[in-house]
């Protein structure tokens, strides 16, 4: 599950059927923007007690169950533990208007529910479109986008250790040459992690691929892989590339697999690069090695989301067994 892409709902409704309503809409708009959905529905106070509920982003709560007025109570029992959106709704145009009028609790909106009018989908919207303005903001996307390919490594990792218990002896030497000349290639400055791990100097100034060839040390690929002092994302991609050509060459699975090096890229200028405003007023950051720009656009943002959501998907759906 992607955390920082997932909008949680929880919906405190009797009915299911217009629960079922509610959640496909949400779904709906959050698709449009890169968004996925969790969702869950209780039927009663009492439910959400014994539920431990974290990370909620909005609480759509039926305000009248019968005759009753329970809108007061609900605000008192959520506001215990969280301080998010809640969208009270009812046919009673009566109680909403009254409870609106009060405005007694910040982050506390009210619709009417009427077939004739779209009231609570407008209000859905209009409370989802604030979410999707503050994490389309700078620092908002950097952490968005790290945090996800930190969660999107993990998965590469296990991937990773699942290919290499399919690769025979003569397969595993030729694999460990491929990634020590990796990270020969693509050495960042960590020369006494890197000789610790490898046994032997790396900085290309003193030792030419041949010598380090010779002289390294054998290793475990599933250890390097988990070494945080001199692996990263990018890295463990590589590997992930390399040990999957081992076992299937270069077919369709592999060039997928590929293509997913931009949203890598673009996760190094979040990284390593600072902020600026162009002459549009839109937020840009200067692309690594080169002089063209990652503009931070609305529609960019939605891009990069589903990236992530489409690599992690496929991440997830592909077995990674030798051909």
């Known amino acids: 599950m992607l955390r920082d892409l997932t909008y949680k709902v929880v919906v405190i409704d009797d009915d299911p059927d217009l629960y079922e309503d509610y959640v496909e809409e ?117 952490g968005l986008v790290l945090g996800c390919i930190a969660e999107l490594d993990n998965i590469v990792k296990d991937k990773i250790h699942s290919l290499l218990v399919q690769i025979g002896p003569e397969q595993t030497e030729k694999l460990m040459n491929d990634c020590t000349r990796l990270y020969y290639n693509s050495y960042g400055g960590n020369s006494d992690k890197l000789k610790e791990f490898f046994g032997t100097d790396f900085h290309k100034g003193k030792l030419q691929w041949c010598v380090v060839k010779e002289n390294y040390l054998k290793y475990d690929i599933s250890n390097l892989v988990e070494n945080v002092a001199i692996t990263d994302s990018n890295k463990n991609f590589r590997v992930l590339l390399k040990t999957y050509e081992m076992l299937n060459g270069k077919d369709d699975t592999y060039n997928v697999i590929k293509d997913f090096i931009e949203l890598l890229s673009d996760r190094n200028i979040f990284a390593h690069v600072r902020e600026e405003k162009n002459d549009e007023g839109q937020y840009q950051f200067k692309k690594l090695n080169n002089d063209e720009y990652l503009v931070l656009s609305d529609e960019k943002c939605v891009e990069l989301r589903n990236s992530i959501i489409k690599y992690h998907n496929f991440l997830m759906s592909q077995p990674f067994r030798n051909r």
């Open 26 to 142: 949400i779904e709906d708009i959050l698709q449009e923007q890169g968004y996925l959905l969790e969702h869950d529905r209780y039927e009663e106070l009492i439910e959400l007690e014994e539920n431990s509920l974290e990370d909620v982003d909005l609480f759509l709560v039926d305000l009248k169950f019968g005759k009753e007025n329970k809108g007061p109570e609900f605000i008192s029992k959520i506001r215990e533990n969280y301080f998010t959106d809640i969208l009270f709704y009812s046919s009673d145009s009566k109680a909403i208007i009254s409870s609106r009028s009060k405005g007694e609790f910040e982050g506390v909106f009210f619709a009417i529910r009427d077939e004739h009018k779209n009231e609570i989908k407008e209000r859905i919207e209009q409370l989802i479109n604030k979410m999707i303005k503050r994490s389309n903001t700078p620092l908002a996307s950097r």
